[in-house]
């Protein structure tokens, strides 16, 4: 960061150094990447021919030993021998005896015809490290009956010995149950003194397929060991083994020397293998270091006439250093180029930049001088076409022009400091105006506040009235509803006491109709008697024949008498009721006048009220229209009150003002004079 804060030179020779090696920082970098992309691919494919190639050598190899054994099963001699041995067997089977006497004189004799058989075979394929040939007879038990190689498994019952849980014994099983050719994995095999091994058996067979036994090879692991190392030249690091399905090793690799069935290869490579899988790619190892790994299944189960039941892993590997070498190498040899490349950038830059500094460097002395105040100074020109040469020119310009502008600078600062006595002169007489014009504001704020105080005490007044002017209206507009209301109640009565004069008035002539019925029935009565009086006299005129009729005469005037009475009765009663009646009439006449009268007067008091109301609404509209004009002066004196406060307090930030500006005059004096001594210190 120095760097680039510094001079220029340095950042120019920065700044090239970058630029040329970014181009040739990515062309590197692609070119590192693709290189390594392509021997990786190349690498990756030479390890999966070599693993496919010593997959194939290996079941070749099993193949071969299956076909060889079964080849040499088929001879007379081996024939010859299992017949004798499975005859001898089932005769002491019968008899109960051992199964076959290893001393017996069948077996001598079969020992002469076969063993020498059986060693120049094994001499034959001593390349193939073929460690050993049984005999294995009966139908169930498996007895060993014969060994090349003397070892302790010879007269051993597999079915019943401390081999009955090996390798061996379970392919002794699988050949009897199926009568064919099949092979085991590699276990310890305990007679061959702890030495692993795997076994190829075949089957002997007789007439219609009997059983006579099995034949049997013993396999060592240096045939595989070679096959499997011998992967082709792909690096001093490469190693391949074979894994089980358990990833114990099958095989020992180039690394792992000792690792037959004692080391465990839990990779993804060996997991996959042993899964019938097969990939390529770069994955740690057991240590943690990148590794280009191929890996496949050997094919053991799907391979004919091997009749294996497990399956073997390959792994074929080789370090990723060594395998990238050359693109680490090529990595180098970039860098060095690079490293070259930006020592003749740094030079070339560095004469640039010296080229391109020389001109700036005296152009920032002489700026040195104006700095000072030295104006004096010539600024060459030169005869530079570039920006240098620009730069230089317009320096020139730009010193010539200063000289002129501080000649001109010269003359001002005279004026100025002319300019600022006058200013000083002046703003001390608008002070003193300014404090006299302060007092005449202040009297004259304290007389409108006083205008205002009395403007306020007044619209209170005013406001009183105008609230009992408001009371008084709502009282008389209450007058004025009672009294039309005891209008309403009089006409109310009124018409109640015409309806009762005139039906006073129909009561009088009903009196009247009555009384002429009563007449009537007082005639009626007198005639009704005169009536009975002349049935009297007829009657008596009749004799005893007008009795009866005299009876009924006398009962019509009894009744006539009666009707007389009764009528004189109701003829007293109407009297009485006429004289009521009047008397009704009367008063209900002295009523309605009564209540005309009061309608009257009530309709006379209800236009007073009205009157009043009206009278009282005015007063009241009054009473608030000088409410809201004392108010109005209220708020005007304040307004009033406001701006002369508001005029005092801006005469007295004036005053401030005309202070500050007496001050600032002063200095501006100052300044001047200063300015006056700092122009002369420039030198033209």
Same mark, same amino acid.
């Given at each position: ?66 076909? $060889?054994? +079964? ?194 290869? $839990? ?19 057991? +240590? ?24 073997? !892993? ?231 024949? !007008? ?49 005309? &009268? ?53 005469? &007295?930030?004036?005053?401030? !003002? ?27």
């Amino acid at each position: 960061m120095r760097i680039l804060v510094g001079s220029l030179r340095a950042k120019l020779i920065v700044f090239f150094l970058v630029v040329a090696l970014i181009p040739v920082g990515a062309v590197g970098y692609l070119s590192f990447r693709k290189a390594r992309t392509a021997l990786e691919r190349s690498e990756l494919g030479l390890l999966v021919s070599s693993a496919e190639r010593t997959r194939r050598a290996i079941v070749q190899y099993l193949e071969t030993s299956v076909t $060889n054994l +079964k080849v040499l099963s088929e001879t007379w001699s081996v024939v010859s021998a299992f017949r004798l041995f499975a005859f001898e067997a089932t005769s002491r089977t019968a008899s109960g005896s051992k199964i076959v006497e290893i001393d017996s004189a069948n077996n001598k004799w079969v020992v002469r015809e076969i063993a020498p058989l059986f060693s120049r075979w094994l001499k034959l394929y001593e390349s193939e490290a073929y460690r050993d040939l049984l005999l294995v007879v009966g139908e169930k038990q498996g007895y060993i009956v014969y060994t090349q190689m003397k070892l302790g498994d010879h007269g051993t019952v597999l079915t019943s010995s401390v081999l009955k849980d090996s390798s061996l014994a379970g392919m002794w099983t699988k050949v009897r149950q199926t009568k064919k050719p099949t092979i085991s994995d590699f276990s310890i095999y305990p007679p061959a003194e702890g030495e692993a091994a795997a076994f190829v058996g075949v089957p002997v067979l007789g007439e219609k397929d009997k059983l006579y036994g099995m034949l049997v090879l013993r396999l060592g692991h240096d045939k595989l060991d070679h096959l499997v190392r011998a992967v082709g030249d792909i690096g001093m690091t490469r190693d391949s083994f074979l894994v089980g399905e358990d990833l114990v090793m099958r095989s020992n690799s180039r690394r792992s020397e000792r690792g037959l069935l004692k080391m465990i290869r $839990n990779t993804r490579a060996a997991r996959e293998s042993v899964s019938g899988e097969s990939g390529i790619g770069e994955l740690p190892n057991e +240590k943690g270091e990148p590794v280009l790994n191929a890996w496949t299944s050997v094919g053991l189960e799907d391979a004919a006439g091997l009749g294996a039941d497990f399956e073997w !892993g390959l792994v074929v590997q080789v370090a990723s250093e060594e395998a990238f070498a050359p693109v680490t190498s090529l990595k180098n040899w970039i860098l060095v180029v690079a490293m070259a490349f930006g020592l003749l950038v740094v030079l070339a830059a560095s004469f640039l930049a010296r080229h391109v500094a020389r001109p700036i460097v005296a152009l920032t002395r002489q700026a040195e001088h104006i700095s000072d105040g030295d104006l004096s100074v010539s600024v060459p020109e030169g005869n530079r076409r570039d920006e240098i040469g620009s730069l230089s020119r317009s320096f020139a310009g730009m010193v010539e022009n200063l000289k002129a502008q501080t000649r001109k600078m010269f003359d001002a600062v005279n004026v100025l400091a002319e300019s600022a006595s006058e200013i000083s002169a002046t703003v001390t007489q608008l002070g003193v105006a300014a404090t006299e014009t302060s007092a005449a504001v202040a009297q004259t704020s304290t007389t409108a506040e006083q205008v205002k105080q009395s403007a306020r005490v007044v619209s209170e007044k005013a406001k009183q009235v105008a609230d009992m002017s408001g009371k008084a209206v709502i009282v008389s507009e209450s007058g004025m509803n009672a009294t039309r209301r005891t209008v309403e109640g009089m006409n109310s009565i009124k018409e109640q006491m015409d309806s009762t004069a005139e039906t006073v008035i129909k009561l009088s002539d009903q009196s009247r109709t009555i009384e002429e019925i009563v007449a009537v029935v007082r005639d009626l009565a007198n005639q009704s008697n005169l009536l009975a009086v002349n049935a009297s006299i007829e009657a008596a005129g009749a004799g005893d024949s !007008g009795k009866g009729f005299g009876v009924v005469a006398h009962e019509i005037k009894s009744l006539a008498d009666q009707s007389k009475e009764a009528t004189e009765q109701i003829r007293s009663m109407l009297d009485e009721t006429q004289k009521w009646i009047s008397a009704a009439v009367t008063s209900t006449d002295q009523g309605s006048k009564a209540v005309q &009268r009061g309608v009257e007067e009530s309709v006379s008091a209800g236009l007073s009220i009205e009157q009043l109301s009206q009278s009282v609404s005015e007063s009241a509209q009054a009473a608030s229209t000088i409410d809201a004009s004392t108010r109005q002066q209220v708020v005007g004196a304040e307004q009033v009150a406001s701006s002369m406060a508001s005029i005092e307090q801006a005469l &007295r930030g004036n005053l401030e !003002g005309f202070s500050q500006l007496e001050s600032a005059a002063k200095r501006l004096e100052e300044l001047g004079t200063e300015l006056k001594h700092l122009v002369q210190t420039y030198r033209i």
